[in-house]
């Protein structure tokens, strides 16, 4: 590998390590989620994903989870399973992710011919076939550069904000942000941009002191999802705009 060449963790790595988090400690926090909030947890593996995208890292056989279990596992219905599963435990949100994650570590128990057996769908080779590739060389785009492209694709059209995070939610938007931002931690990618944004919306726009913006904003929007995560991307581009990143 070469010095210019970085290392990002495998998605599939990150959750089964909060598996063992969970079933070692009882009860939360845990260690990259808090608290078990499903919503919270779709989004994060979405903004994850989202950071591996644009990492252009090949993922091999990973790319097979969500099809093995909406196929084979017969576990993925139309609602995503958060939603599902949340249904099935009365509310429980940590059964309900303890469920996920027991599929994750099932599908990372799967022989290579039980992999290459699974169908695919989709363009290109087998994952099977592919030689995973979690080296980089190229610098990420920073979590406002998404934040800022999110606002840019999604303009003022009601219900765009689901492209990017499914069912539009401040709990999944702020996993996504939580998600993206691990990934670039995780691989050792410097984003010193979004802290200050942080601390701006502190010191700028009255987000109150030791409370991360989703209910603030919520509560300032009259409890509308949307509208509070489009107050979170106009700030992105007020705080770029005084201060152009470098």
């Known amino acids: 590998m070469s010095s210019q060449e970085k290392t ?16 070692a400690r009882g009860r939360g ?11 919270h947890v779709t989004g994060f593996i979405v903004g994850y994903k989202e950071c591996l995208r ?22 993925l219905p139309g609602q995503g399973w958060a939603a599902a599963y949340l249904e099935e435990f009365q509310g429980d949100q940590d059964r309900a992710l303890r469920k996920y994650l027991d599929f994750v570590a099932e599908f990372r128990a799967l022989p290579p011919q039980s992999l290459a057996a ?15 590739s979690w080296t980089f060389s190229r610098p990420p785009p920073t979590t406002l550069d998404v934040l800022l492209n999110i606002r840019q694709e999604v303009g003022t059209v009601p ?20 998600g993206y931002r691990l990934c670039l931690a995780l691989a050792g990618a410097r984003d010193e941009e979004y802290p200050r944004f942080e601390r701006w919306l502190h010191e700028e ?10 209910r603030p904003f919520l509560q300032e929007c009259q409890g509308d999802d949307e509208q509070a995560i489009h107050r979170l991307l106009g700030f992105a581009a007020e705080f770029r705009s005084a201060r152009p990143h470098s």
């Not at 926090?29 to 919503?39: E, F, K, L, N, T």
């Not at 995070?165 to 996504?176: K, L, P, S």
């Open 29 to 39: 926090p845990y260690q990259y989620i808090g608290m078990p909030d499903v919503a």
């Open 159 to 178: 219900g765009r904000l689901g492209m990017f995070i499914g069912t539009i939610d401040v709990r999944r938007m702020a996993g996504f942000v939580d």
């Open 118 to 132: 699974l169908r695919w769908l989709y363009q290109g080779p087998h994952p099977a076939l592919r030689t995973p």
């Open 8 to 23: 990002a963790v495998p998605l599939l790595d990150v959750l089964m390590t909060l598996r063992e988090d969970m079933t």
């Open 54 to 75: 644009n990492l252009e890292v090949e993922v091999g056989t990973d790319a097979l989870f969500r099809d093995w279990l909406r196929d084979v596992k017969q576990a």
């Open 205 to 214: 726009k009255s987000l109150p002191a030791g409370q991360e913006w989703p």
